[in-house]
């Protein structure tokens, strides 16, 4: 926002200073025209020479009070034609009553436009009739100049409303399009909050569970009696908090709150029903498997179930690739196809690779995309130290 702003602010100034250069221009033309001495002028020059300077530099302002110019200049060219009429004006505010009706018509609405233009109009009109040796052919020749130059005004006008509406329509798709992915990351989130949720909570029940056994093996007054009954109870308490917690996590339409949540022992049925939808997929492992924390375990087998179901609806791929690579301190899912690859040109991120970003991020892992071997789209998600 800052930049769009700040190319904003560079062009006005870009404008003005156009502006202004075109009005000094066209009054030292004009000056020129009408102080030297060679000239053909036979009206008063100090009026011609005022009336001149009057109507060009006015155009330094055209873009900013369009219908005051129109009518300054209006103004200006009536006095000039009762105190100085001549049958050889200079040219250069011949010149500033274009530029000045065709700024009115494209810098304001319809209604100053055509009082603008209506005002050169007459003003012109007066001074061809009032100027000696001009006559009807003048009248009207100028006249048809005056309303080409309004109608192309008012052409750039509407092709720059359309310009600004389709901008501030593409700024609000633009913030539509980000709020969607800050609601996508939020739900994302919440939903590894709540399978988090069961496996904390499955951990602190195991834990109240041995704490009474323990407790019911000895004697009421023994110490470890005491802090075994503290333990229980405490753990009691944080799973009553997590039920609370996970009560406001879950919605109405969730019906799988009670399914256990799955990791990557159920990963040969995931790929069971991948390759039923007629995508061929092949399994690789390298390193020795070793068993990961419950939430890597989770995260680890929805990484590669949200990274398929994009292959399937997105890829157009016949082949595919599951590797898992096993280290000590970190395990790879790397997943590959061979269908149209990862967009020539920079798109939005779609939903199921936000939530795989942040179940990489939650495990301080990395995540890296790109064109496989295969031909077609590669993901690669490192979930560091997961090794229980």
């Known amino acids: 926002m800052n930049v769009r702003a700040a190319l904003s602010r560079t062009r006005a100034a870009t404008s003005r200073f156009g502006d202004v250069a075109l009005a ?7 000056e020129l025209d009408v102080l030297l001495p060679d000239n053909y002028h036979t009206g008063s020059r100090p009026v011609l020479a005022v009336t001149t300077l009057a109507m060009t530099i006015a155009l330094a302002r055209r873009r900013r009070n369009p219908l005051g110019v129109a009518l300054f200049i209006s103004a200006v060219l009536l006095a000039q034609t009762a105190l100085a009429p001549t049958p050889h004006p200079p040219d250069s505010p011949f010149l500033a009553w274009m530029i000045a009706v065709y700024s009115v018509a494209a810098h304001t609405d319809l209604r100053a436009a055509a009082l603008g233009g209506l005002g050169l109009l007459v003003a012109v009109d007066s001074w061809v009739s009032l100027t000696p040796n001009n006559g009807g052919t003048d009248l009207v020749f100028i006249s048809i100049i005056l309303l080409g130059f309004w109608i192309a005004g008012r052409v750039v006008r509407s092709r ?3 310009s600004a509406a389709l901008a501030e329509r593409t700024r609000e798709l633009e913030r539509e399009r980000e709020e969607r992915a800050r609601l996508a990351v939020a739900e994302e989130r919440s939903r590894i909050a709540r399978e988090l949720h ?12 041995q704490a009474g056994a323990e407790r019911l093996h000895l004697t009421p007054d023994s110490p470890a009696h005491a802090t075994f009954a503290s333990i229980e109870e405490s753990g009691r308490a944080a799973l009553e908090e997590m039920g609370r917690l996970l009560g406001m996590l879950r919605t109405d339409a969730e019906h799988d709150a009670l399914v256990p949540q799955p990791g990557l022992a159920r990963l040969d049925d995931l790929l069971a029903h991948v390759r039923a939808t007629g995508l061929d997929v092949e399994l690789v492992v390298e390193g020795t498997p ?8 989770v995260s680890a087998y929805r990484i590669i179930q949200e990274a398929l179901t994009n292959t399937v609806r997105h890829s157009g791929s016949r082949r595919s690739r599951v590797r898992l690579r096993w280290g000590a301190a970190a395990l790879e899912i790397e997943v590959a ?15 199921g690779l936000l ?16 064109r496989s071997d295969l031909g077609g789209y590669l993901l690669v998600a490192t979930l560091a130290d997961p090794v229980s």
Do not use: M, Q, S
């Open 160 to 162: 720059n409303v359309l």
């Open 24 to 30: 000094v221009a066209l009054a030292t033309i004009g």
């Open 198 to 209: 069961d496996v904390v909570a499955h951990t602190l029940g195991v834990i109240v569970v």
């Open 355 to 370: 939530g795989i970003r942040e179940r990489v991020g939650l495990y301080g892992g990395a995540l890296v995309t790109g």
């Open 290 to 297: 070793r068993p990961l924390g419950a939430g890597a375990d």
């Open 337 to 351: 196809d061979d269908g149209v690859g990862p967009p020539t040109e920079p798109t939005h991120v779609g939903h």
